[in-house]
């Protein structure tokens, strides 16, 4: 096993995901199986009890684990399904430890958090990249992204970790790479005493990096690579430029220019075979036609809704049709917010807050036959939506919004549960399509698998009504709904199940693609012209 090592300096939020993601994806372009570990020194066990509005995205993966936002870019770059084992925080490192002593797996040794610390973060950290991933494969190389930057406390102990790894493989099986910012300033010139001090903190540590990573606005040239060089010990040709993109995917094809690929596989002792260039003729479609979806949310972060951004780019380039998003706060927008957009999407969330602008964007778009995909909540939404204003239940809700007619229910196995943390419907679940409907025609089949998240479901004393004022349940889990469309409308589609969690470039989700499509042909309509 081969490993590479992504560390951050100087700040917050360089894109050491991204870098790592895309550093992957160059190894797998060279048909390498490649895995990834995300590291995040937070005390939390997962990341499911986290505000997403401070942390982003909740990504849920395969088995249900409630995980950090970047290991939901290592799973659309690299086209693998991780597990829970993939993110490892302190919060879990120290619950395994604290587990083993009260045991006495320790036999009475004092419990300390060199070494047995550091001994269970090495052994997540292999545990993880023997893992299998896609069809029993296992990795030949695992990407591990240490959390947070350089000199946190928080992220002593991995640090540590990692540099007692250094010292146990031969020199070929751990390469570290470094993401450092180089800013500039209003003179135009690049300053590299950030990096230079960030590499200081990491050598205290008793790391060197192998390879820097630079994080500017623009390319920075051989002059400032070789400065960089000069005070941190890498060879220059391991000074990688990584400027500003528009697009995340991007990011490879800039890396590949400057030769980390090369680098990497000197480093490693690996062969450096000849590029596939399929993924990159995916990402580098180009665009001849534009919408623009409105997204009704209530967290004002465009993080929250990382997966769904993603997978709207996905099938908007699967389509040659680039998706402007228009962002619409659900506690203020108005009507005439929609009346000139091409879809209206409603993504999940939980609480009250911002509940009836949703409800009013979804009945717009029934009404108006505007594009419409509900997710997760807006399926639930969806259902509230029609319960009012078709089906005759004026007063209809759910019960996590208070008091009417609960048309959506707790789910059973959730009475009673007072722990929040990895309680909900999490992960993945087979579903029945509906032969004949939208949705089979979107999957070009019956039977699939999607991930969850939630607690709520629509209440089974109610489906009879609803299906009987025409909504349509075209999908199921066993007893639950998972699926409702409308048979008159252009494209009115809500999933009880996140389908952003499983879409990638080469893959993009078929919702997403029906939803795009749906909108592109109401854009090109001659009342639209």
């Given at each position: ?21 895309s550093i992957g994806r160059l190894l797998k372009n060279r048909g390498y199986q490649v895995t990834a570990v995300k590291i ?122 990692i540099r007692q790894m250094h010292g146990e493989l031969a020199p070929e099986d751990m390469i570290l790479v470094h993401v ?350």
């Open positions: 096993m081969k490993y590479i090592i992504v560390t951050g300096g100087v700040m917050s939020g360089l894109g050491k995901g991204i870098t790592t993601a995040d020194p937070y005390l939390n066990i997962d990341a499911g009890t986290m505000n997403p509005a401070q942390h982003g995205e909740v990504f849920v993966l395969s088995d249900g684990g409630e995980v950090d936002l970047d290991l939901g870019n290592y799973e659309r770059f690299l086209d693998i399904n991780l597990k829970s084992i993939h993110n490892i925080t302190t919060g879990k490192v120290y619950r395994n430890v604290i587990d083993k002593e009260r045991r006495g797996d320790f036999l009475g040794a004092t419990v300390q958090i060199i070494p047995h610390i550091t001994d269970e973060i090495k052994h997540c950290i292999r545990r993880a990249a023997m893992e299998e991933i896609n069809g029993g494969k296992r990795a030949e190389i695992c990407l591990v992204e240490v959390g947070g930057t350089v000199g946190d406390i928080e992220s002593m102990p991995f640090l540590e970790a450092t910012l180089v800013p500039m300033d209003t003179m135009g010139d690049f300053k590299t005493k950030p990096t230079q001090h960030s590499v200081k903190a990491l050598r205290e540590l008793g790391l060197q990096p192998d390879i820097i990573v630079a994080r500017s606005r623009e390319v920075i040239g051989p002059q400032t690579k070789k400065k960089i060089s000069a005070f941190t010990d890498v060879p220059v040709k391991a000074v990688v430029a990584a400027k500003d993109v528009p697009d995340i995917y991007q990011i490879p094809m800039e890396l590949e220019k400057e030769g980390l690929a090369d680098v990497i596989c000197n480093y490693l002792q690996i062969e450096n075979r000849e590029p596939d260039p399929a993924w990159y003729r995916v990402v580098s479609q180009e665009y001849t036609n534009r919408v623009t979806v409105a997204i009704v949310s209530k967290y004002g972060i465009e993080d929250v809704y990382m997966s769904i951004k993603e997978s709207l780019k996905h099938a908007g380039r699967a389509l040659s049709t680039e998706v402007n998003i228009r962002w619409l706060d659900a506690e203020t927008c108005d009507i005439h917010d929609l009346v000139d957009v091409d879809g209206i999407l409603i993504p999940g969330g939980f609480g009250k807050r911002g509940i009836e602008g949703k409800i009013r964007a979804i009945q717009y778009a029934r009404e108006n036959k505007k594009p419409f995909l509900g997710l997760c909540l807006g399926f639930q939404l969806s259902v509230i939506e029609y319960a009012r204003h078709v089906a005759g239940i004026s007063d209809a809700t759910s019960e996590e919004m208070g008091e009417g007619t609960h048309v959506i229910a707790l789910l059973p196995e959730q009475e009673g549960v007072q722990d929040l943390g990895g309680t909900m419907r999490l992960g993945d679940s087979e579903i029945v399509l509906k032969e004949g409907t939208k949705v089979a025609a979107l999957y070009g089949r019956t039977r699939i698998v999607e991930r969850h998240r939630h607690r709520y479901e629509v209440n089974p004393e109610f489906i009879a009504d609803l299906e009987a004022a025409g909504l349509i349940f075209s999908g199921f889990s066993g007893s639950r709904m998972e699926v409702c469309e409308l048979p008159d409308h252009p494209f009115y589609l809500a999933t009880q199940f996140h389908p952003e969690f499983k879409s990638s470039p080469t893959n993009p989700s078929p919702p997403y693609i029906g939803f795009v499509e749906a909108c592109k042909k109401n854009k090109l309509s001659p009342k639209n012209r």
